[in-house]
């Protein structure tokens, strides 16, 4: 399965600046998600986040894999109409065990590979992990309810 900026935005209600999914190009329902995010120095968050040395954040990449997931967990329960899904939102309870093995940079393209670790009713966890060039860029376990908004 893959999807693009415009069916994403159908799942998640997060908009420029903050959507962090440009395309899911693999997915599992249930089992795992592998989407990415083009990093651009024309985002905002390079005018602070180093000038003269621009380094994308390490919750910005949490963040991206936290969407990543929640495609997942929305395209995993089922059948769902548009409406029903407008009408839900995935809230993060927890991030554990987070590291940052190497910067990410304007010009990278960012991949996520996400995969469920449980899952219990609305409740999610999962396994997160960030790539740039096949190098592991993070990883991260989080964990996520999904919720009428």
């Known amino acids: 399965m893959t999807l693009d900026v415009v069916e994403i935005q159908k799942i998640l209600p997060h908009r420029y600046p903050f959507l962090l999914v440009d395309r899911v190009t693999e997915m599992v329902e249930g089992k795992s998600i592998v989407a990415y995010k083009n990093v ?15 380094i994308y954040p390490g919750v910005m990449i949490l963040e991206g894999m936290a969407q990543a997931g929640g495609i997942l967990s929305f395209l995993s329960m089922g059948e769902m109409t548009e409406e029903e899904i407008a009408s839900k939102v995935v809230y993060f309870m927890s991030i ?24 219990k009713g609305a409740i999610w966890m999962l396994k997160g992990k960030a790539y740039v060039d096949g190098k592991l860029a993070s990883e991260a376990e989080l964990k996520a309810m999904i919720v009428d908004k």
């Open 40 to 54: 651009s120095i024309s985002e905002p968050v390079f005018e602070g986040h180093f000038p003269g040395h621009p």
């Open 96 to 119: 554990d065990k987070a590291k940052f093995r190497s910067p990410v940079r304007p010009g990278d393209k960012l991949e996520y590979h996400i995969s469920v670790i449980k899952q």
